[in-house]
């Protein structure tokens, strides 16, 4: 079905009819199930993007930074952060804000798989790597 990647205009062939024009419903394929998801808002008209992670454990990017604030949801599992130089250990519940322009990255610890959403201040996602 439709991904970020579509452009869901009318002409979209797997846009749902039933819905009104300007609401896009985005299904995950069976194949999807326990990826990462990766949502550009831009496309739908939305200033919000973000990653639906789900990784094992060892897991994650590098650093980078974003020219705009990203907010972390922590589902299930556990990430080691390191953002501006600072590391923290965040689990199921908790809420990490990083804001623009400060390195960061996340890495996927403990024993289970490691869900997230990482919420991205802007319709596109912007990122540049920081050499280590």
Known sequence: MCRAEC???????????S?????????ARQDQVDKTIKFQGGVYGANTSFFAVSVEPGSGPGLHVHPYAEVWIVRRGQAAFQAGGQDVVAGPGDILVVEASVPHKFTSIG?????????????NIVQHPVDQ
């Open 7 to 17: 452009s869901c205009g009318s002409s979209c062939p797997q846009r749902l009819s």
């Open 111 to 123: 024993e289970e798989r490691l869900d997230m959403v990482c919420i991205h201040d802007s319709g």
């Open 19 to 27: 819905l009104p024009r300007g609401v896009h419903l985005l299904r």
